[in-house]
């Protein structure tokens, strides 16, 4: 089984839609949450960095840790096409000496 | 935007040459990795440095080696280059010490190994 799980999509929403990309996992050693994003033929960029549980939120975004579930999520609040793009998700810990682990990605498409 | 510079973006060769992904951060960060990203799977770690002269494998099985004699320097060698190489590389950085990994990428090699 896979430390992280992520459905890769891929996942196609009109302009102006909510927006909701999410990530399990296994590992209970996980503190810190990020979520990538990713264009085409380009390295990921970070987007939204969380530590231990709660929400935070940066402009359109919103990224949320339930560490009771093992649950992630990021939010995309108005969608625009620009925001096409692979999400990825990934997380580390006390855990192999903080070795981050990302999720496959999940494929957005923002449709004008 | 992170200044992590890859070359070359795209390389195309022949089965057992020898060859180097260059990977260069302005950013003074102690901490270099490499990553291989396939379509649609996980970013696999295969090498790690936690500063000069320290380099470790990462989780994915490697033929491929690196070296760290700067700070700024982090290349990737494949002595002998197969089709089963082909793939994304991706480069990053980051400053932080033992937490979070706030981690910093380069725009990747693309390497088709005919």
């Known amino acids: 089984q896979k430390e992280v799980e992520q459905d890769p999509g891929p996942l196609s929403v009109p302009e102006g839609a909510i927006v909701s990309l999410n990530c399990t996992y296994s590992n209970s050693a996980f503190q810190y949450f990020m979520w990538y994003r990713q264009y085409s033929r380009k390295g990921p960029e970070l987007l939204m960095y969380t530590y231990s549980s709660g929400n935070k939120e940066d402009g359109r975004f919103t990224a949320q840790v339930d560490k009771s579930s093992k649950y992630i999520s990021l939010f995309i609040r108005d969608s625009q096409p620009s925001d096409s793009a692979t999400y990825l998700c990934?997380?580390?810990?006390?855990?192999?000496?903080?070795?981050?682990?990302f999720g496959a990605g999940t494929r957005l498409f923002v449709k004008a | 935007e992170a200044d992590i510079y890859q070359t070359p973006r795209y390389l195309v060769i022949g089965t057992g040459k020898k060859i180097t992904l260059e990977c260069s951060q302005t950013m003074g960060h102690d901490k270099m990795y490499w990553y291989q990203q396939d379509p649609g799977m996980e970013l696999h770690l295969i090498h790690y440095?936690?500063?000069?002269?320290?380099?470790e494998k990462g989780d994915l099985s490697s033929e491929s080696t690196v070296s760290r004699i700067r700070t700024e320097h982090f290349p990737l060698t494949l002595e002998s280059a197969r089709p089963s190489h082909t793939s994304q590389y991706l480069c990053?950085?980051?400053?932080?010490?033992?937490?979070?990994?706030?981690?910093?990428f380069g725009p990747g090699t693309r390497l088709t190994v005919l």
């Open positions: 440095s936690y500063g000069v002269n320290s380099t």
């Open positions: 990934a997380m580390s810990g006390n855990t192999g000496g903080f070795k981050t682990i």
């Open positions: 990053a950085s980051t400053t932080r010490k033992g937490s979070g990994n706030e981690q910093f």
